[in-house]
């Protein structure tokens, strides 16, 4: 299967367990941008189709991978995963490696496909793919009172021509 406009670039879909990723087959993912209100959407929605082709979507979809902060755990430590990026959590004893990989892989393609603004605002928190999924949509979606003000607003400032 080819992509239109990109005859000699396949389209790659992995197996569930997903071993690698491929950015090839599209020009979108060799940029970074700050995202805004304005164009989260869109920056979403190619992020989401880039996850989906490579089986990821759950894991910005579904909270897959738990962490837990060292001293929330009531028995023996050694029987958790560590964080590799913050020695304070571990990971809850149901997740395993290739879930753990996985989300590290969406989370880098998260934070790579920002500009330096935005990654401010998510990088360095010990946060999964999901949790860091959560805190931009939170921080770059409308809430629908302040949609329907600014669309009030559109209307209210459109003037009628009667030439």
């Known amino acids: 299967m080819t992509r239109q406009g990109n005859i000699n670039q396949p389209i790659v879909i992995n197996d569930p367990q997903t071993k690698g990723i491929t950015f090839s087959y599209s020009k979108n993912f060799n940029r970074v941008i700050d995202l805004t209100p304005d164009n989260y959407n869109s920056w979403r929605t190619s992020i989401l189709y880039l996850l989906m082709i490579n089986n990821l979507e759950g894991y910005v979809v579904s909270e897959k991978v738990k962490k837990i902060r060292k001293r929330n755990v009531k028995d023996d430590l050694s029987d958790y995963m560590e964080d ?11 997740t395993n490696h290739l879930d753990i990989k996985n989300d590290v892989m969406v989370k880098w393609i998260i934070i790579n496909s920002l500009g330096e603004e935005t990654r401010k605002i998510i990088e360095g928190q010990g946060k999964t793919a999901f949790q860091t999924w959560k805190i931009l949509e939170h921080s770059f979606t409308r809430s629908p009172e302040r949609r329907k003000l600014e669309i009030q607003n559109k209307i209210n400032n459109l003037k009628y021509n009667e030439d």
């Open 84 to 94: 590799k990026f913050d020695n304070n959590l571990v990971y809850d004893k149901d």
